[in-house]
């Protein structure tokens, strides 16, 4: 499924946060949207998403959703947004439970992502029984369990450590190479996004307007830090004065 | 030259000490037990703890003491029942509704502060002095704590849960039924709290103003007497009621609140 941004604009009141921003998520890339922070990001994904209603422009979607794809377009939140009342599993069902499924399937396919991403022996814990890591994997086998067409990350691994969001980009990209979904990911962390990404765009500081899209035409086998560095420089040089402007104003 | 570092942390640490809680309570009753035995103060003014316990026994043996109990429990049964229940819609349509909101709180704000009490006379003319105008006073009373309690419950629930409830097309009615509800239960829990302590107030505030029976009423009676070990017997009734209440609240909590 591919996703088509056109011309949209977005502001709460007098404040502007998104500028004209047109671009197409094709289908099985990963987009990911770096820029300084406060430069719309969450917006546009909240937009993309259609938890939020745009100023101006439209988002289109092309192209049909995989059979047996219950949500087509699928989050996946920064701090996780699991029901702490709920059991892992609960809050893998939570996503399934209103949708024509019958119970054995529902438990299937609960079964069958918890396995997937290694959950499967803390099925009945709690939340808050769990790493922020874990927690964060509830949140992907959750996503992964509706079989979207678009999966939409909201800066998915910035409330983890360092040593944590290593791990789990890995696995991510483990996951992502068996399904290929089409995908935007969010994140301020350039090198996040040079791991995972086909193309990055690039936001300004607020109003967001799209600096530039950057193929990052390395293999994804082949994305060793050296081999990203020229890359990653010239990321860089297009967010830093941004970065250093937003940095210095008031919220 | 070589000197051990000086430690300079620790305290600030308040654990539990079991001991000290039963001593004091029990030096209390000593001491109170002692005045009264010693004849420093006469026993119509302060009984002394036995002689509560004696007055307490008593009540139970006559079948005195199920009597006003069970007239009392149930004023606060009923008036509880309805004024949450009514408190909770109110909290819940405060904490989702624009509307609501902008209505009905400046008007809840403006009614909570008086004390209901003071409205028993008015409901005395519209239901009579039996068990109606009792029970409105309680419900009242519990309403207004509930519904603030219920709308501040729904404000707290995280606005991330209810995104994301919706970007898996959740329908409004189960996001209400399972995330808001139970994502407001601990402060609805902590209004049920405040709410049991008021309407035990209000039933004996009420029982005082007209009834046969009832625990205010047998407080009541008994000062009239100048039967101070009943009066004293019925306030421990009081106390005990409102212990009893607490300890089912918390033990709710543990219950229902046990994912925190």
Sequence with gaps: ?251 | MSEPLRFRGGGFVVGPKPMSSCLAGLAIIAIWQGVVSLGLVSPVFLPSPAGIARALGDMALSGQLWRHLGASLQRIGLGFALGSAAGLALGLALGLLSHARAAGLPIVSALFPIPKIALLPLFILWFGIGEPSKVATIALGVFFPMAIATYSGVDQVPRTLIRMAQSFDVPTHAIVAKVILPGALPGILAGVRISASIALILVVAAEMIGAEFGIGAFILTAGNLMRTEDLLAGVCLLSILGLAVGFLVSLAERRLLAWR
Excluded at chain 1, 20 to 47: H, M, N, Q, R, Y
Excluded at chain 1, 94 to 110: M, T, W
Excluded at chain 1, 174 to 199: C, I, S
């Design chain 1, 1 to 251: 499924m591919n996703l088509i941004v056109e011309r949209i604009s977005h502001g709460y009141g007098p404040l502007e946060v998104l500028d004209d921003i047109s671009l197409t998520v094709e289908e099985g890339e990963i987009l990911a949207v770096i820029g300084p922070s406060g430069c719309g990001k969450s917006t546009l994904l909240g937009i993309l998403g259609g938890l939020l209603k745009a100023s101006k422009g439209r988002v289109l979607t092309e192209g049909a959703a995989p059979s047996g794809s219950l949500n087509p377009i699928t989050y996946i939140f920064q701090d996780f947004a699991l029901l702490p009342w709920r059991s892992v599993a609960g809050n893998v069902g939570f996503a399934l439970e209103h949708h024509a499924l019958d119970a054995r399937e529902r438990k299937r396919r609960i079964d069958e992502v918890l396995a997937m991403i290694g959950l499967a022996e803390f099925a009945s814990a709690l939340p808050r029984q769990l790493s922020g890591g874990m927690r964060q994997r509830v949140g992907i086998a959750r996503a992964l369990a509706v079989k979207p067409a678009i999966l939409l990350l909201d800066e998915p691994l910035s409330a983890l450590d360092a040593q944590t969001r290593e791990i789990l980009i890995e696995e991510f990209l483990a996951l992502w190479l068996a399904h290929r979904t089409t995908a935007v990911y969010v994140t301020h962390n350039l090198d996040e996004a040079l791991r995972v990404a086909d193309r990055v765009c690039v936001l300004s500081r607020r109003p967001g307007r799209i600096r530039e899209i950057v193929a990052i035409d390395v293999a994804r086998e082949e994305r060793s830090v050296a081999r990203l560095a020229p890359l990653r420089e010239r990321l860089w040089r297009l967010i830093q004065d941004e970065a250093r402007v937003a940095d210095r104003e008031y919220v």
